[in-house]
């Protein structure tokens, strides 16, 4: 009697289907997930306050940010924001005393009937400011922001779990180098 | 003569997938390096961004007069004055402290806490992280509307 024998096996290699399956869905998560080449305008380069309480609205379509620094050699703001596609001076009054900062924001709080632009209630402008900036350079900004009709605020800082005081530097504001 | 090579069977199940595995995984290393998941922002936010004693203009009511609770923050001391009705702090615990008994004076006074209009009235030099300081202890105590107002 001829004696039948199991088939023998013959594997090519690693069976890597199921690799391939997860890697996919990693993939399309990763693609969905992440903001590639968005930018909202921050200034990475301005050193932010800690917030130890503070909410995340990253998620909000309708925000502004304005990065707020201390003029070099001088005690006013130096306001820049994303305008236009590119991250630019928005001065409180330019030099033949036209106000940049306020014409934007009122520009999309308000919209642009000639172009068809509605008023915006939800806008937000997001105040990334220096944390060593002086209340009188912050002054004006929030000014200029009151004057074109935005009364939702918001300050941007850095997520810390330690309580505002075990975190800050004590320097008192002066004026820079 | 027997041809033992003809015997031999070639296993190609399909398309050979190393290449599309090294490209998948590339594109995956990058998405992952390049996206930004983790919040690396806080905000903390203001419905008032600054008060009326002349530099804001006047600001609308909607025919309710808001409590009003008026704070004072200076240099005067290290790291930060602040001043809240008779009472002085110069961190965040104690300026937590007095915000809660605030809190606690306008519930016995039967008036609700996130109602009343807080307005930090800063000095010119005061540095943005202690004005959040302020602002923080504040919001954490319980007052939800909190603004800033320039001192004459």
């Known amino acids: 009697m001829k004696r039948h024998s199991m088939p023998e096996v013959k594997e ?8 391939i399956d997860v890697v996919m869905c990693l993939i399309i998560f990763f693609m969905l997930v992440a903001k590639i080449g968005v930018t909202s305008g921050d200034d990475n380069s301005i050193t932010i306050p800690s917030l130890y309480y503070g909410q995340d609205l990253r998620a909000n379509a309708n925000l502004f940010t ?4 201390r003029a070099l050699g001088g005690s006013e703001a130096r306001v820049q924001a994303l305008w236009q596609g590119k991250l630019q001076d928005l001065p409180i009054a330019d030099e033949k005393g036209v106000p940049m900062l306020r014409n934007v924001l009122t520009y999309f709080r308000n919209g642009d009937k000639e172009k068809g632009i509605p008023p915006n209630a939800d806008f937000k402008v997001v105040i990334r400011g220096e944390e060593a ?4 350079a912050l002054a004006p900004v929030l000014v200029e922001c009151t ?3 935005c009364k939702s605020i918001a300050f941007a800082g850095k997520p810390t779990t330690n309580l505002p005081d075990e975190t800050n530097d004590s320097t008192p504001a002066g004026p820079t180098n | 003569m027997k041809v033992q090579g003809a015997k031999k069977v070639h296993y190609d199940s399909g398309p050979n997938m190393t290449p599309l595995v090294d490209v998948v995984m590339v594109i995956l290393i990058f998405l992952m390096l390049a996206g930004s998941f983790a919040a690396n922002q806080r905000y903390l936010m203001s419905d008032i961004p600054i008060g009326a004693k002349g530099a804001g203009g006047p600001q609308e009511h909607s025919g309710v007069i808001p409590t009003r609770l008026e704070v004072r923050l200076s240099q005067r001391a290290l790291p930060y004055e602040c001043i809240i009705g008779p009472q002085k702090a110069t961190n965040f615990a104690g300026v937590s402290t007095i915000f809660k008994e605030q809190v606690e004076r306008f519930k016995n006074s039967s008036i609700d806490p996130e109602t009343v209009q807080v307005t930090i009235y800063p000095m010119q030099d005061v540095r943005l992280d202690h004005l959040l300081t302020v602002y923080q202890a504040a919001l954490t105590s319980g007052f939800k509307k909190v603004g800033f107002g320039v001192q004459q």
């Open chain 1, 12 to 19: 090519g290699g690693v069976n890597v289907t199921p690799l």
């Open chain 1, 66 to 69: 304005l990065n707020v620094t």
């Open chain 1, 133 to 136: 900036l002086p209340f009188s």
């Open chain 1, 147 to 149: 004057a074109a009709n």
